[in-house]
């Protein structure tokens, strides 16, 4: 199967759902109390941390370009959640990090998250840099390769799910994979009511190139 294949069938998956997608607000709520700070790379080198975006929520999700199935699905499921809020995804910043920094070039995470929706960003940065975010996140991954692969082709085992910070850019909440859209919408939407936040001055990356 081609890889735009692959993609196409995820991301009618994550829109329509799967039959057995449940959420589950014990998994969900695991890992309250985390610090979720991250500084690392947009795709035009500028630095980016969880504190850039004041006054917006940040919907974030980490995973690979390379993903055969799960980070496509999660991804159009982050499309489906923006523009599922309408006017309201102004206040809400996507992002996607990658778990592998040693392949995905900034190129390619760009053209990979505007595939779902372009304000959608990608972030990346060192193999170190990489780690510590998704360690703020209790995010574990490793490199998984058959044997004799060469050195470039292996798959990445990572945890699933999509992270909600606040417009202080403090943790909220996590998303367990494939709670439904629709679902996601309604409990952010409670959350920007909750507030009555609007966006301020921000220090937004660059717009890709």
């Keep these: 199967m081609s890889r735009s294949l692959g993609i196409a069938l995820c991301v009618a998956l994550a829109l329509f759902g799967p039959p057995s997608a449940v959420a589950d607000d014990a998994a969900a709520e695991a890992s309250v109390g985390l610090p ?60 996607f990090i990658t778990v592998d920094p040693e392949r995905d070039t900034a190129s390619m995470l760009r053209s990979y998250v505007r595939f779902f929706d372009p304000r959608i960003i990608g972030l990346s940065g060192s193999p170190a840099l990489v780690r510590r975010a998704a360690d703020h996140f209790g995010v574990r991954y490793e490199q998984v390769r058959e044997p004799g692969a060469p050195a470039d082709q292996y798959a990445v085992d990572h945890s699933v799910g999509m992270f909600l910070l606040g417009a202080d850019g403090r943790y909220l909440r996590r998303f367990a994979y494939a709670m439904p859209a629709a679902e996601i919408v309604g409990r952010i939407r409670e959350i920007m009511g909750a507030s009555q936040q609007r966006p301020g001055p921000q220090r937004q990356p660059s717009p890709a190139r």
């Design 36 to 95: 979720a700070r991250y500084l690392l790379m947009d795709a035009n080198g500028r630095a980016v941390s969880n504190e850039d975006f004041p006054g917006r929520l940040q919907l974030i999700s980490f995973g690979y370009t390379f993903c055969p199935d799960v980070c496509p699905t999660t991804l159009a499921e982050m499309a489906a959640v923006l523009g599922a809020l309408g006017p309201d995804a102004d206040r809400l910043q996507a992002i």
